[in-house]
């Protein structure tokens, strides 16, 4: 099972969606994090979040969908601006849903305000891929309707 997180940029949120899968999956699942407009940069302020909850980024960078390794099974968007894209056609059979969290690398305030940003990205995220990575996936992936409300329903979840 392949889950792409796709935003805008590629910077902060999909990739802290992309690093929380890798690190919470089983074996056999793998995140990715594609952009459409990726700025070619991690933000510093996810990838210290991401170290500081021992979680690893090595490897990961800022790429766009074009640059995918493989074709995902899964696409969930987590910014608003992607929900609005339209992706590209080898993304065709893939589930989609649209899991929005606001933005913290735009996040105005004193350190502690955008420190708490940030962690409230974390945690939704963290929490809907465990909600995710809790449903009966084995019986879903041959039910791709109930699959996709699934995600839906976990989209609206918050911690």
Known sequence: MNVLFLCTGNSCRSLMGE?????LAPAGWHGLSAGSKPIGRLNAGAVALLLEKGISVAGY???SWNDL????????SVCGNAVNEICPVYLGSAIRS????????????????IKAAFET??????YRIEQFL???????????VQLKFE???ISLLLP
């Open 69 to 76: 390794p493989l074709t995902p099974d899964i696409v969930l």
């Open 98 to 113: 649209h899991w929005g969290v606001e933005d913290p690398a735009h996040f105005v305030g004193t350190e502690a305000e």
């Open 151 to 153: 995600l839906d329903r």
């Open 134 to 144: 809790a449903l009966p996936i084995d019986e879903l992936k041959n039910d791709p």
């Open 121 to 126: 990205a974390y945690g939704i995220l963290k």
């Open 61 to 63: 960078y800022s790429k």
């Open 19 to 23: 690093a929380l899968f890798n690190h």
